[in-house]
């Protein structure tokens, strides 16, 4: 594939590298002479000095038969602008914006830039997750399916505790798919498998129903 | 009319002046408050400090409630993402949006943006000027 990264920062560099290894034919576009120097030395000659925002400098790194624009500078409006001149312009069929404050997510949706990244949120997550108490951790989300992975785990004093899972009333799009408890391997619930405290649930859900199926397995 | 001008630079603030003496209901944002010093004395408008291109900002400006938008910032990309989000998330009826690069200003445009571009048409007026 032919991707295109605008933005040499660190978000850049290591996108680059990993894109590379992959096989992938990648070009990057960042505004400092020095930064792509250091590319230059680093990765080869795949840095071309120009304003990724530019319709002039997009033409002249081929971004009509790009298949791929990725967006990832530290400044949320320029990722946007970058992102709609690929898209309206140049009909790249799929781009990817870094952004920084989580409230421009359905913004740029929107605005027409198919795939968000917020590095504040997946920030956020992560570090919420460390805290013992935290309900539930995001695993995994397929974005086009619309559907999350969870892990939810059950406290000593939930009154799911003892109950089958037949006996939950499980919220629509939600499937348990696998219990892992302390000392035993990995099982794969049934609808007479009786939960137990501190059982880690790895479930199918959507975002939608999230909360309620977090409520259903903690309930107390 | 209510109107919404993001970005209290040279510009920002004579088009406040004039639209306020005209009796329209202006609302100024900008960054930095010491921008607001450009104002002039006897302006009545409100002027608000904060990003145009925040939601929760342009809100407070009573986005909500105005007939027009104006980006006149500095940045090119800030008044392009600025006027989307009033057009397209808040329905601004009108949104006019500062482009000083005439190749995305033409982009813009042709989006449904009414934009306009201070280098082509400076660019235009002086050879123009020169040439009569």
Do not use: W
């Amino acid at each position: 594939m032919y991707i295109i990264v605008v933005g040499g920062g660190r978000v850049g560099y290591y996108l680059t590298k990993a894109l590379l290894d992959e096989g992938h034919e990648v070009l990057v576009v960042e505004k400092s002479a020095i930064v792509c120097e250091s590319f230059t030395d680093l990765l080869g000659s795949i840095c071309f000095r120009g304003d990724g925002c530019e319709a002039a400098t997009l033409a002249e790194v081929g971004t009509a038969r790009a298949d791929m624009f990725v967006a990832v500078t530290g400044d949320d409006e320029d990722n946007l602008v970058a992102c709609q001149v690929a898209k309206h312009k140049f009909n790249v069929p799929r781009t990817i914006a870094r952004i920084r404050n989580p409230k421009n997510e359905t913004i740029f949706k929107k605005l027409g830039v198919d795939v968000t990244v917020s590095s504040t949120n997946i920030i956020l997550e992560h570090i919420e997750e460390e805290v013992p108490t935290h309900p539930l951790t995001h695993l995994l989300t397929i974005r086009d399916k619309g559907l999350e992975i969870v892990q939810i785990k059950i406290p000593p004093e939930s009154i799911t505790v003892g109950k089958t899972i037949k006996e939950l009333s499980l919220p629509p799009g939600s499937t348990l798919s696998l219990i892992i408890r302390k000392e035993h391997k990995p099982i794969i619930p049934k609808a007479n498998t009786i939960l137990q405290a501190e059982d880690q649930i790895i479930a199918v859900t959507t975002p939608e129903s999230e909360e309620t199926l977090r409520t259903t397995l903690r309930g107390t | 009319m209510k109107i919404v001008i993001m970005g209290c630079g040279r510009v920002g603030a004579q088009l406040a002046g004039l639209l306020d003496a005209e009796g329209h209901a202006v609302t100024v944002l900008d960054i930095d408050s010491y921008s607001f010093r450009r104002l002039p004395p006897e302006f009545n408008g409100t002027a608000l400090i904060g990003s145009g291109a925040d939601e929760e900002t342009l809100k407070k400006a009573g986005i909500e409630e105005a007939d027009i938008f104006v980006a006149l910032t500095q940045g090119d990309n800030r008044n392009v993402m600025a006027a989307q989000i009033a057009k397209h998330i808040f329905n601004v009826p009108r949104v006019v949006c500062r482009i000083y690069d005439p190749l995305r200003q033409e982009l813009y445009n042709t989006l449904g943006l009414e934009t306009f571009s201070p280098t082509t048409i400076f660019a235009q007026m002086l050879k123009g000027k020169l040439e009569s």
